[in-house]
């Protein structure tokens, strides 16, 4: 069975402060996804990454960077937390190909203060 | 550039009626479709995917589509509903050498009366 997961669940930071958003998948995908969710806007990508060490820029990629240290991990980073930030984060997994099923994780609730 | 309207926001239908939600795409080539579905507090699951062949695909739970390219549209389709399919459905593109890039509908929230 695919398993993506994602630390925190929720999540409260402060504005101007550094937000770690971490997932891990079992499935073996070179691919990763971040996206976030907002109401009226469905999921929008935010970076993604075709294998450890790699790391690209999105549909919206500023304010937000990205680290892929292993073929299990890939991390999402806020330097500079803002208001406008506070969204719903999914992180998903495949295999890289236009065909491809994503696997998606159970989602991060952040908010900024 | 690709994009994806899902033209209904909310959608409500009685338990057992039949369902249909839209999805309309914008693409110049032959694109890759793709209904997820989402649960609440959950993350996106796949109901079905098309990208060759039978332009009728079938999907979990009953669901399927259909890809009509003339009219760019890739509309999800159930017979009979049941109190378990409310949830945001979502319609996503993607194409070839793209990394598997998905571009998203903005979704539908299906609420069933019973």
């Known amino acids: 069975e695919a398993a993506v997961t994602q630390s925190p669940r929720n999540k409260v930071a402060v504005t101007g402060g550094k937000v770690t958003l971490s997932c891990n998948q079992t499935n073996n995908h070179n691919n990763m996804y971040w996206y976030r969710q907002d109401t009226g806007h469905g999921l929008r990508l935010i970076h993604y990454?075709?294998?450890?060490?790699?790391?690209e820029k999105g549909d919206i990629p500023d304010g937000y960077k990205a680290s892929r240290p292993s073929q299990e991990n890939f991390s999402l980073i806020l330097e500079l937390a803002t208001p406008s930030q506070t969204s719903v984060y999914f992180c998903?997994?495949?295999?890289?190909?236009?065909?491809?099923?994503?696997?998606f994780g159970p989602g991060t609730r952040l908010l900024v203060l | 550039a690709q994009s994806v309207t899902q033209p209904d926001a909310r959608v409500t239908v009685s338990e057992g009626a039949s369902l249909q939600l839209r999805c309309k795409y914008s693409?110049?080539?032959?694109?890759?479709l793709f209904w997820y579905v989402q649960y609440p507090r959950q993350g996106l699951q796949l109901l079905l995917k098309y990208y060759s062949g039978d332009p009728v695909v079938q999907g979990v739970n009953g669901f399927e589509a259909e890809f009509i390219k003339s009219n760019s549209s890739f509309h999800l389709r159930k017979a009979s509903v049941h109190w378990s399919d409310s949830a945001v459905y979502f319609c996503?593109?993607?194409?070839?050498?793209?990394?598997?890039?998905?571009?998203f509908g903005q979704g539908t929230k299906l609420s069933i009366k019973p």
């Open positions: 990454s075709y294998g450890a060490g790699s790391t």
């Open positions: 996503a593109v993607s194409e070839d050498y793209n990394q598997g890039k998905l571009i």
């Open positions: 693409y110049s080539g032959t694109p890759y």
């Open positions: 998903a997994s495949g295999d890289g190909t236009g065909k491809d099923t994503q696997y």
